[in-house]
């Protein structure tokens, strides 16, 4: 066990998902980065497996997992080199259906948990807006009650998952004339094929390049009054809660490119040879790489203790924050040492830590940037 915190069960949940990466993922992922998207049938594997209900409730096919291997689940699957999969895996699990998991109703739960579960349905979350990302509460859509629908207008930019998802958890304003207006605003769940809701564009990235990425357009759009999630005007709470499984998962995911980023440069410069020597014998490069794994240990036993207050209902805002924020700047400085160290061949595309160097960038800026995240936990001092 390499942490007080592993247990036998969680090393065979590492075992499964090393196999099935080694198996599913590296050796076809190139080919999912070039089409733009992870294909549906590798996630319908997974949701076979097993791997898409772990925290969720036994009677829809979950496991009832806690948040440490929850954790483990996301750190497993972070060594995979394709950042791309990764993230469209984790949006669906720890930032997307989580919202229907805190706050469904039984029946929203009856209705859309086995098939998120199975992988049937892939899930997206939309927040951020062209005008609004790191300020929340600044999005402009709205919906507003006719009769027995909701009636949604605005857009969502951004959004993992949009182009190829099938069910949407989307905020929106909707107390406009109460005194706590900014704040005032409710979750639904939007269905691919609602009239009204349509993908506007699907975006180009500089990472992340087999996961799909989406501005959402929300014209007149109607959705039954069932199908707001949770309480009316409470949803700027619900993803503030959110916020605190999707950051864990975001520092595994930092944390698993440190490591392969770390073990990729040691067989580099273990066997390139330079002056007469593998570059390892400089000592400079053996100190740089040793510091940095220093750091990445040091963050690795901080994101367990995060993922363990969690199993003891602590309040881990200011954790988790500092945890993001650490995280999504370790894991840049990781990657362009890593790539440094790989010479002009860690330039080329189709190289791994290249693509590690790219697909790095987004984690010190998405699911909450670093200022952001400084600030939420500098609060709290
Ligand atoms: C590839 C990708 C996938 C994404 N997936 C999703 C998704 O599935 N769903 C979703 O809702 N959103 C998603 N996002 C949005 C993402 O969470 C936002 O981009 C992020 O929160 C930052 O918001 P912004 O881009 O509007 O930047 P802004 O809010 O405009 O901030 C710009 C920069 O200003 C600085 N800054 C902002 N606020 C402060 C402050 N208070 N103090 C100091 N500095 C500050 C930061 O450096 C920040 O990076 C995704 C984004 C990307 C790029």
Known sequence: MDSMYITPEHEQLREQISRFIAREVEPHAQAWEDAGFTPREVL???????LFGLMYGAQHGGAEADALTNLVFAEALSQSTFAGFIITVLVHTDMASPHLHHTGTAAQKARYMPGVIAGHTITAVGISEPGAGSDVAGMRTKAVKDGDHWVLNGTKLFITNGVHGDLFFIAAKTGMNLANERHAMSMF???KGTPGFSVG???DKTGWLSSDTAELVFDNCRIPAENLLGE????FYSVMKNFQTERIALGAMAIGHCM??????LDHVKTRQAFGAPLFDKQVIRQRIAMLDAKVRAARAYMYQCAWRVTQQHDVVQDVSLLKALTGELVNEVVHTCQQFHGGMGYMRGMPIERLWRDARILAIGGGATEVMLDEA????
């Open 189 to 191: 769940i939007v269905e």
């Open 201 to 203: 564009r699907s975006l």
């Open 44 to 50: 319908r594997k997974m949701g076979a497996a097993g």
């Open 260 to 265: 392969q980023a770390l073990r990729l440069t």
């Open 378 to 381: 500098a609060k709290r001092y």
């Open 232 to 235: 009316e005007n409470q949803g």
